[in-house]
């Protein structure tokens, strides 16, 4: 019997199926993905992670330095969710690490509010991902080594309760599901 596209599937399958979505989904207000240029040589290569105009970074308007940051997550870790009400924070994975970070919009009436958004850092790209204000964010590291996070923001970190501008969600707010890798 020979099969061809457009066949009837049996019904259990056929209530079940539904087309994978291949196109891009709906970014979040005020979350900027920035194309990093990175040279290579026989030697190794370089990445230019901002030039700066002005004191502030070519293409994350608005956005002026306060602080640089360097992190590191070990294999399998799970570090979420924080969310900052007046820091905006600007990420960057080195292509040869591997991290997922999730987004979800938490600001009350924004036109983007409880949308998430998943991304993977590294992983042979050069990005810089802005986290505006209000929008909740955190990562895992897939990778089986562990992963560097450098990253940028406007406010600079105070350690005292009564000065921090970091406060923090539970892990599964949009579900555990969403740390897993895609099941399609």
């Known amino acids: ?19 994978q979505d291949y196109g891009t989904r ?26 700066f105009g002005s004191g502030r970074p070519e293409g994350l308007d608005a956005f002026a330095l306060a602080q640089l940051n360097y992190c590191v997550i070990e294999p399998g870790v ?5 969310v900052h ?14 991290v997922l ?10 036109p983007t509010e409880r949308v998430v958004m998943r ?10 991902v802005r986290i505006p204000p209000g929008v909740a964010h955190g990562c895992k590291n897939s990778g089986a080594a562990p992963a ?9 970190f105070s350690p005292e309760p009564d000065a921090t501008d970091e406060g923090r969600l539970p892990w599964d707010l949009v579900g555990a599901e969403v740390w897993e890798p895609a099941k399609d």
């Open 1 to 19: 019997m020979r099969y061809r596209a457009g066949m009837k599937l049996v019904t259990a399958a056929e209530k079940l199926f539904r087309r």
């Open 26 to 51: 709906p970014p979040i207000e005020g979350v900027a993905i920035v194309p990093l240029k990175r040279f290579h040589d026989d030697g190794g290569s370089m990445t230019e992670l901002a030039r």
């Open 78 to 82: 799970l570090k979420a969710f924080h």
């Open 85 to 98: 009400r007046r820091q905006t924070d600007v990420w960057f994975v080195p292509p040869e690490d591997r």
């Open 101 to 110: 970070l999730v987004l979800v919009d938490v600001r009350e009436g924004s």
């Open 119 to 128: 991304l993977v850092l590294g992983d042979g790209d050069s990005i810089l």
């Open 148 to 156: 560097r996070v450098v990253y940028m923001t406007d406010v600079r």
